[in-house]
């Protein structure tokens, strides 16, 4: 294929989460997969998000990359993204790729494709603030509207989304899985520095932002009663920054009495975190909603037995290579963590059968997948407003 496309990089940053992790991630590989066409990255993109760091936004590089217009203010941003004239103002482009929510409803021309990560906010609005809320869904409701081909992230999304949303083309929405951001398992990592004295193999982890839907709180209930019945005793260590709606994870955990066993590394570096994979005992996972997973995959592709939530789309994740539990059900958790460490032959088995998922979700396939939709979107009408009403 060749074409020129625009992509939407603005969460993609060195400290990224779910949303920039993916956005990087399938640039580095589109970049890598398709050799004729041309890319406009753009750190800057709509009015719901603004990034005023952009010495922390990845770095992209090459003959067919070239950057668009950066802000130094959030409202400059804005009244860009908002001009009715954006379709003249980006130029010759053939389509643009949404993938921090927002959504333009003014192009007239360029193809739109729009990134769907998950319906959380619609599911759960308890668990983010109204804010964040009113944003995301007014981007995904518009999408519905005028993005000509939507790419969610698990089929649980895409199912989500028609439920939400029927009035939309089923020919017009596809998959695109996440993909690991590591390529070499026997890269030994580096030991975060808040760990000095953590032997390997000698620790719980979980690896996620702090936040309700992550459902540490369950996981903080389920390692009190492992500790009351192991005899290992092991610690657990909580890898991720601070989300949305739990300032007070500290105080929760000191009224548990968990001060002495519970680690909080905060966000950690990729280096770090494959030492953490590599090192970790049983990577524990007990999100309650999500719209992929990532630690799943990852902790899979190190070997890391992994257990995980059996629902929203988490299942698609582990497959037959991670032990699946109800997220609310903490005496399940326990005895998986009791399990692992009384059964080495348990063990073993996870750790083997780990990898074999893992390698079912490839950079490659993900990027020539997400090709073939930007194909396939050329060839077909612009959708409008009008078309849908």
């Not at 007239?108 to 609005?125: A, K």
């Not at 804010?131 to 089929?155: H, M, P, Q, T």
């Not at 580096?190 to 839907?213: H, N």
């Not at 990027?367 to 009408?381: D, G, N, P, Q, S």
Request: overall charge negative.
């Amino acid at each position: 294929m060749s074409a020129r496309i625009g992509f939407d990089v603005s969460q993609a940053t060195s400290e990224a989460a779910g949303c920039g992790y993916f956005a990087r991630s399938l640039c580095e590989n589109l970049l890598a997969s398709d050799k004729d066409s041309q890319f406009t990255l753009f750190q800057d993109f709509g009015d719901f998000w603004f990034n005023a760091h952009k010495s922390k936004c990845s770095k992209f590089s090459g003959s067919k990359v070239s950057l668009g217009p950066v802000f130094k203010q959030g409202q400059i941003c804005a009244k860009y993204w908002n001009d009715p004239a954006l379709d003249q103002k980006l130029g010759d482009l053939d389509l643009i790729h949404s993938n921090n929510f927002w959504c333009p409803e003014q192009l007239s021309r360029l193809r739109l494709i729009y990134t769907v990560y998950d319906l959380g906010f619609v599911d759960y609005p308890e668990w983010t603030t109204e804010e964040n809320r009113i944003g995301c869904f007014e981007g995904v409701y518009r999408s519905s509207l005028y993005a000509d081909f939507v790419v969610c992230i698990s089929e649980f999304s895409r199912k989500r989304y028609l439920e939400y949303f029927p009035h939309f083309p089923r020919e017009r929405i596809g998959v695109v899985y996440p993909t690991s951001r590591f390529e070499n398992v026997t890269d030994h990592g580096s030991r975060p520095a808040a760990l000095e004295g953590i032997r390997d193999k000698g620790f719980w982890l979980c690896v996620s932002t702090i936040e309700p839907r992550k459902n540490q709180l369950m996981l903080l209930d389920a390692y009190k009663l492992y500790l009351e019945e192991s005899e290992a005793k092991l610690p657990i260590i909580f890898a991720g920054g601070k989300g949305w709606l739990m300032d007070d994870f500290v105080i929760k955990i000191r009224k548990r009495g968990l001060e002495e066993k519970v680690i909080l590394a905060g966000y950690v570096s990729d280096q770090e975190l494959v030492w953490l994979y590599q090192k970790c005992f049983g990577n524990l996972y007990p999100a309650i909603y999500e719209g992929f997973g990532l630690p799943v995959l990852e902790g899979m592709q190190f070997s890391a037995p992994t257990a995980c939530s059996n629902t929203t789309s988490l299942p698609e994740v582990a497959g037959e290579g991670g032990a699946q539990f109800d997220p609310i059900d903490e005496r399940s958790w326990t005895e998986f963590m009791l399990k692992l460490e009384n059964e080495p032959d348990y063990r073993l088995k996870l750790s083997h059968s780990g990898p074999i998922q893992a390698e079912k979700f490839t950079s490659l396939k993900s990027a020539r997948e997400c090709l073939k939709f930007y194909e396939k979107v050329l060839t077909m009408e612009k959708r409008s407003k009008l078309a849908v009403v």
